[in-house]
Structures are given as structure tokens and as C-alpha cells.
């Protein structure tokens, strides 16, 4: 099982908007919509930012949004912060070989 | 208000085993499961396997099968996962997740534990 691929980094001034893409495959993200997004900070434990594709945990920011398309989910953050600043990871239920496969990761650096 | 509390840090030798336990508290044990997820230094996260405590039914990533084994303590609301035949490459920071049986996210973390292998 092939990790989803995501773009290695993402920069952004304060106050814009930026996207993060998630592709995967027919056996995971582009069948199921059990994608789910996770923000983690330098030596952190990673968080729930988005699951089920677009939905929000209570606490966490209307700033982040998601989406899907095909094999390719993604994740937007607007009005981005210093405090956005951080990995980001997405992971989806896969049919094949586990349960869940995770993304490698999107650094977001505002500029 | 949920919490996951892991173990504290280890130093393994290679060719040995180490077992991280995850105490959890509040309801978690009677409606959740507990993955364990892997992150090696500078790398990305990696799901290992998990385990439902109320069915002590558990599941593998391929990678790991016949190297890592996942159990639950249900009197202690503890998930312990150990994995044996260590190496150098498994030097990493282990995360155990909370997640329900059939929502396949994770909504709390422990806060990690670093297992280093070194001879």
C-alpha cells in the first residue's frame, strides 16, 4: 500500500488562502469518503483538523475546509495565520493491504 | 475529557522488544478503538494497526504483520503494542489514536512516546 501523496511544502502570506492536495486511488480515497486531515506542530501529537472529507470537529476553526474529487482530496486554509504553520497529513480508509493509509505530508510555511 | 497518557521513552537494543501502553480514560474502552501510529525521525505518520477492546479484536498494516502485537487490558482501560525484532529503522516516536469502529478518523492522540534502537 502506497502512501497518499501530498506536496512536500505550501507557503502562504498572512491573510491568504492555500490548498493542499491528497491524491490517492480507487481503493482509498477516490471510493471511500473516509478522508480525514491532521495538523501537527514540531514535536507534537498530531490533530483532527477535517473528517469525513468536510467535516469540522467542534474547536477547530471554519478557516479550514475540505473537499474531494476524484482520487484527490484537499484541504484549504483561509485567512491563513502564523499559527498555521505546521505539517499536515491526510489519511483515508483504504481497501487494500490495512485499514488506513496516511499521506507524506504538506509543511505550511507563512511567509 | 478524553486522554490518552502513554509510557514514557525507550532505549532498546536491536533484536529486541519493546511494549508502549496507552491509558485511556473516560468511555473510550467501551465504544472505541486504538490504533498505534508510527513516525520515524523527520518522517511522516504510519499506521501500524489497531484494536477494538470491547470485541479484543485487533488488525495489522501488512508492513508489521508477525512483528508488532496489539492487546488491551479492558479492567485497566490500557492498549499495550509491542513490537519485536527491533532495529536502528524503527527508532521513532509511537502514537497511540483513538478511533470508532467503523469512522475511520482519529479524534485523540497520546502525546507519543520515542522508542530509540541502539546498540
Known amino acids: 500500500q502506497s502512501a497518499l501523496t501530498q506536496p512536500a511544502s505550501v507557503s502562504g502570506s498572512p491573510g491568504q488562502s492555500i490548498t493542499i492536495s491528497c491524491t490517492g486511488t480507487?481503493?482509498?480515497?477516490?471510493?471511500?469518503?473516509?478522508v480525514s486531515w491532521y495538523q501537527q506542530h514540531p514535536g507534537k501529537a498530531p490533530k483532527l483538523m477535517i473528517y469525513?472529507?468536510?467535516n469540522r470537529p467542534s474547536g477547530v476553526s471554519n478557516r479550514f475546509s475540505g473537499s474531494k474529487s476524484d482520487n484527490t482530496a484537499s484541504l484549504t486554509i483561509s485567512g491563513l495565520q502564523a499559527e498555521d504553520e505546521a505539517d499536515y497529513y491526510c489519511?483515508?480508509?483504504?481497501?487494500?493491504?490495512?485499514?488506513?493509509?496516511f499521506g507524506t505530508g504538506t509543511k505550511v510555511t507563512v511567509l | 475529557q478524553v486522554q490518552l497518557v502513554q509510557s514514557g521513552a525507550e532505549v532498546k537494543k536491536p533484536g529486541s522488544s519493546v511494549k508502549v501502553s496507552c491509558k485511556a480514560s473516560?468511555?473510550?474502552?467501551?465504544?472505541?478503538?486504538i490504533s498505534w501510529v508510527r513516525q520515524a525521525p523527520g518522517r511522516g505518520l504510519e499506521w501500524m494497526g489497531s484494536?477494538?477492546?470491547?470485541?479484543?479484536?485487533?488488525d495489522y498494516a501488512q508492513k508489521f504483520q508477525g512483528r508488532v502485537t496489539i492487546t488491551a487490558d479492558k479492567s485497566t482501560s490500557t492498549a499495550y503494542m509491542e513490537l519485536s525484532s527491533l532495529r536502528s529503522e524503527d527508532t521513532a516516536v509511537f502514537f497511540c489514536?483513538?478511533?470508532?469502529?467503523?469512522?475511520?478518523?482519529?479524534?485523540?492522540w497520546g502525546q507519543g512516546t520515542l522508542v530509540t534502537v541502539s546498540s
Open positions: 489514536a483513538r478511533d470508532r469502529p467503523g469512522d475511520f478518523y482519529f479524534d485523540y
Open positions: 473516560g468511555d473510550t474502552f467501551s465504544s472505541y478503538g
Open positions: 484494536i477494538i477492546p470491547i470485541l479484543d479484536i485487533a
Open positions: 480507487s481503493s482509498d480515497v477516490g471510493t471511500y469518503n473516509s
Open positions: 469525513d472529507v468536510s
Open positions: 489519511t483515508s480508509y483504504t481497501s487494500i493491504s490495512s485499514l488506513y493509509v
